[in-house]
């Protein structure tokens, strides 16, 4: 049973579509029908209308393919040139690695950060924001960090960045929420997803909702990338910039179907209903979530376990067929992640996850 926090595990529905015979993504029409629904079906997901273009102060959604990492990519190679001014604000390693990307793209990278356990930096943002010596262009941030379960409040941060510069651009990495979570998704230039989390379809296809002045700024700036680059996705009347992964989109597009049947607000709530229930389990056995827990997202648990986290890991791989994920980066030997998002956001998998952690433990 995969309880990670992405790659998830895929409802029969989705692996069905994946079965059906593959069409060709160039030449055969209907794959441009089937694109098309996913992306109306991923703006509803997203919380925007997809009857209203970013021309006209909507959201243009779009689909890439590569991993979910192929967006954060993409989003700075599409946005920072040299001399580029990033506002990067963090509290974990997504949100770190965002200055990373900047700088790889001859970006100035400001990182404000906070502890990995920590709440966002606000007050430091604010700082940052009066200072002087900056001029941002773009500011990005992580709504959820998923190493640590996390969901930070990006809203109070765009708060202060629309009321210090609204003219600065918002890049943010929702991932991991995206479909499990409300995301204000409005108010963001580019909102990043993913096929593999919430969503519960396979790794493979890297979205996002960019605003009409995000695409003013890409096509400003002009990128040199065509792999890492929203552009080419901007209008794709005319045809796909490179061979589509046909099977990833149909299998997204059959996801989001499931999820869009049952509704927002009722897979919102299941995902509640989980992370609660893995919690109060986490709980009685004497487990602590690595955040405070009204920070912890409704998506994943991270659990402290100091020093036995792959030995947890391998036992309950071995010896019960549940795959749990350790931490990332210092925290893998201390931390066990219960990913209880998209499909898996279900009490009983919950449950039977945490019988066998209170076996393996």
């Given at each position: 049973m995969l309880m990670t926090p992405g790659p998830t595990a895929v409802p029969e529905p ?32 997203y919380g925007v209308d997809p009857s209203v273009p970013a021309a006209a102060g909507g ?187 046909t099977t990833e989109v149909v299998a997204l597009d059959a996801a989001l179907g499931l ?103």
């Amino acid at each position: 049973m995969l309880m990670t926090p992405g790659p998830t595990a895929v409802p029969e529905p989705v692996r069905d579509a994946m079965s059906r015979e593959l069409i060709n993504p160039d030449v055969d029409p209907r794959f441009r029908e089937i694109y098309d629904r996913l992306t109306e079906r991923l703006a509803r997901a997203y919380g925007v209308d997809p009857s209203v273009p970013a021309a006209a102060g909507g959201r243009d959604v779009v689909a890439l393919g590569g991993e979910g990492i192929l967006g954060l990519e993409a989003a700075v190679a599409s946005l920072v040139e040299p001399g580029t001014e990033v506002l990067c604000l963090a509290n974990g390693l997504y949100g770190e690695g965002f200055a990373d990307f900047v700088e790889a793209y001859g970006g100035e990278a400001t990182l404000v950060a906070a502890e990995r356990d920590e709440p966002l930096p606000l007050d430091a943002l604010d700082e940052a924001l009066a200072s002087d010596e900056s001029d941002f262009d773009i500011a990005t941030a992580v709504h959820c960090e998923t190493p640590t379960g996390t969901l930070n409040d990006v809203a109070a941060a765009l708060d202060r960045i629309e009321a210090a510069d609204p003219e600065i651009l918002t890049v943010v990495d929702a991932v991991s929420s995206l479909g499990g979570v409300s995301v204000p998704t409005d108010r963001i230039d580019v909102c990043l997803g993913a096929s593999q989390k919430c969503f519960s379809a396979p790794p493979g296809l890297a979205t996002a909702a960019v605003s009409d002045r995000a695409w003013a700024a890409m096509e400003e700036r002009d990128p040199h990338s065509l792999y890492a680059n929203f552009l080419p996705f901007r209008d794709v009347s005319e045809g796909f910039p490179y061979t589509h992964l046909t099977t990833e989109v149909v299998a997204l597009d059959a996801a989001l179907g499931l999820l869009l049947d049952e509704g927002l607000d009722a897979v919102r709530e299941r995902h509640e209903t989980a992370a609660t229930r893995c919690r109060e389990r986490g709980a009685e056995l004497g487990l602590e979530p690595v955040p405070d827990p009204e920070r912890s997202s409704p998506t994943v648990t991270a659990f402290e376990v100091p020093g036995r986290a792959e030995a947890l890991q391998k036992t309950l791989r071995e010896e019960h067929d549940v795959v749990l994920a350790t931490g990332l980066g210092d925290g893998t030997e201390d931390v066990l992640r219960v990913g209880h998002m998209g499909h898996n956001a279900r009490v009983g998998r919950v449950e039977e996850t945490m019988d066998a952690l209170a076996d393996a433990l």
